[in-house]
């Protein structure tokens, strides 16, 4: 069993395509999906493909890229939004991106110590992406947890060792990507190898980033396994043994999911 912790299902490129994608994902072993919000005036529609399909699940929040466009929310806004469903399991996704600075670093920051009250005060993991802002993310993470501990983890994770030792000293989890089997992700493949097994996720960031060898094709949930058996190989592991730790660590993690899904716990670790 295999779970993509972070994909877009609600997004234009899986338009009419749903049924087969869900089909595709079970064939290829990942039972499970959480389908992310990145702007709280559309998540009507991701809210909609978790409750049309029993085996997805979805967050709310606001990406970086969209803070500027957005209402500007308070962690109270996103508990009450949060809190509306069950289908909800996860904060996010937020954080900061200084790459394409598409929305002022202030508002950003503000929108990301939000999320993190919201995780904090619902126990629900924050979601939290992170890009060219590594040393404001990694204060920003350290400041907040001051003040209180909170779940999370950094998706597509793809910083260095330092990053993976300041996040990991707080409880954080860290989610594996397609970026990891890039063949310029060397430091990343580094990071994977020396991090706890029991704080590792896959993801797929569909419809983005496809692992290889689906590079430059539309991503979707089906291709977790393909990042998941190399990073498997590349920890020494058998691939069943690599599913089982990740999945094992995702219900962890996002600890109504099991619920969600029905799951009762020794089947989840089945």
């Known amino acids: 069993m295999l779970v993509d912790s972070h994909c877009h299902l609600?997004?234009?490129?899986?338009?009419?395509?749903?049924?087969?994608?869900?089909?595709?994902?079970?064939?290829?072993?990942?039972?499970?999906?959480?389908?992310?919000?990145?702007?709280?005036?559309?998540?009507?529609?991701?809210?909609?493909?978790?409750?049309?399909?029993?085996?997805?699940?979805?967050?709310?929040?606001?990406?970086?890229?969209?803070?500027?466009?957005?209402?500007?929310?308070?962690?109270?806004?996103?508990?009450?939004?949060?809190?509306?469903?069950?289908?909800?399991?996860?904060?996010?996704?937020?954080?900061l991106d200084f790459y394409y600075n598409?929305?002022?670093?202030?508002?950003?920051?503000?929108?990301?110590?939000?999320?993190?009250?919201?995780?904090?005060?619902?126990?629900?993991?924050?979601?939290?992406?992170?890009?060219?802002?590594?040393?404001?993310?990694?204060?920003?993470?350290?400041?907040?947890?001051?003040?209180?501990?909170?779940?999370?983890?950094?998706?597509?994770?793809?910083?260095?060792?330092?990053?993976?030792?300041?996040?990991?000293e707080m409880g954080i989890y860290i989610s594996i990507s397609g970026i990891a089997t890039f063949k310029s992700a060397q430091e990343i493949r580094d990071v994977i190898i020396a991090a706890p097994l029991d704080r590792l996720l896959v993801e797929t960031d569909a419809p983005y980033l496809a692992p290889v060898p689906k590079r430059g094709k539309t991503n979707e949930p089906a291709f977790t396994a393909y990042t998941a058996a190399q990073m498997a190989e590349l920890r020494g592991l058998e691939s069943s043994e690599f599913a089982k730790a990740t999945s094992d660590n995702f219900f962890r993690l996002f600890s109504k999911a099991a619920s969600v899904f029905n799951l009762e716990d020794k089947a989840v670790r089945a």
Request: glycine fraction near 8%; hydrophobic fraction near 40%; include cysteine.
């Open 10 to 95: 609600d997004f234009p490129e899986f338009e009419d395509q749903l049924d087969d994608i869900v089909v595709r994902a079970a064939e290829a072993g990942v039972n499970y999906m959480v389908t992310i919000c990145t702007r709280v005036t559309k998540f009507e529609p991701v809210l909609a493909v978790a409750n049309r399909f029993t085996n997805i699940a979805c967050s709310v929040g606001i990406h970086p890229h969209n803070v500027g466009s957005e209402p500007e929310v308070t962690a109270e806004h996103l508990i009450r939004m949060a809190e509306r469903t069950p289908k909800v399991v996860a904060i996010g996704e937020t954080g």
């Open 102 to 168: 598409k929305s002022p670093r202030e508002m950003q920051e503000r929108s990301f110590r939000a999320h993190i009250e919201a995780a904090r005060h619902t126990g629900l993991p924050v979601i939290v992406h992170t890009r060219d802002a590594e040393q404001d993310t990694v204060r920003i993470m350290r400041e907040e947890y001051e003040k209180g501990p909170y779940p999370g983890l950094i998706h597509c994770f793809s910083g260095g060792q330092g990053l993976a030792e300041a996040v990991l």
